[in-house]
């Protein structure tokens, strides 16, 4: 099979654990990932990520100031999910963060 590259995902990041990407019965690979805080106060913002089967692994906790971006794959970095592989997020404050992912998926 090919790989159609497009955006995956797109929304804000919630105050509770939450799927913000997982690929439905396919392999995904990530080609970016952002996350912008819209808000004036810093938000705390957790990433986390499970592979099917396995338990949840988090990655370091970042805080973003008002109009800060964090940029999750850079220089080149992939991020591959498999089927039923989920990207989870939590921030500070609901509708404060916002985020796109963009990649290709089989």
Do not use: C, H
């Not at 497009?6 to 080609?31: M, N």
């Not at 973003?64 to 039923?84: C, F, I, K, Y």
């Amino acid at each position: 099979m090919a790989f159609t590259g497009k955006s995956l995902a797109d929304g804000q990041v919630a105050t509770a654990w939450a799927t913000i990407y997982g690929p439905a019965g396919v392999k995904a690979i990530l080609r970016s990932a952002d996350f912008f805080n819209t808000n004036a106060v810093t938000q705390t913002l957790e990433l986390r990520i499970t592979r099917s089967g396995s338990a949840a692994r988090k990655l370091p906790r970042v805080t973003l100031a008002q109009n800060e971006t964090l940029r999750l794959l850079t220089d080149g970095e992939v991020l591959v999910l498999s089927t039923l592989d989920v990207l989870q997020a939590q921030t500070t404050t609901a509708t404060a963060v916002d985020y796109t992912i963009t990649g290709a998926d089989e």
